[in-house]
């Protein structure tokens, strides 16, 4: 098995659009399959109303559940958290941005 290759210049593709996990697996999962909320919750263990969480963006992915969908969906947990870390360094960056350390 090979590993991916991460280094301290890792990014991902700028060109993507920025889309929240949930939106992902709203679109790319649930839809093309027919699968509701209720039925991915069944299959994963994960409760109906922490899908429904994600799916509006009140929740974040967490390992534990990357895990699950992972197993559910047949993805891999690093794609779930990847999208996860992708969405929060985006959506933190105007923030950082407003603030201006101190310099000496």
């Known amino acids: 098995m090979e590993l991916i290759q991460l280094t301290p210049h890792s990014e991902v593709d700028p060109s993507q659009p920025l889309r929240a996990p949930g939106d992902i697996l709203l679109h790319a999962y649930l839809i093309p399959n027919a ?12 409760p109906a ?3 429904k969480a994600f799916i509006a963006d009140t929740h974040p992915i967490t390992p534990k559940i990357a895990i699950r969908l992972s197993l559910a969906l ?3 947990a690093f794609y779930w958290l ?3 870390a992708r969405y929060d360094l985006e959506r933190a960056k105007p923030v950082v941005r407003a603030y201006r350390p101190l310099v000496d």
Do not use: E
Request: proline share 5%; net charge neutral; charged share 20%.
């Open 49 to 51: 109303d922490h899908i």
């Open 35 to 46: 699968l509701n909320p209720a039925q991915l919750a069944r299959r994963t263990g994960i």
């Open 74 to 76: 047949d993805t891999t």
């Open 82 to 84: 990847a999208l996860q």
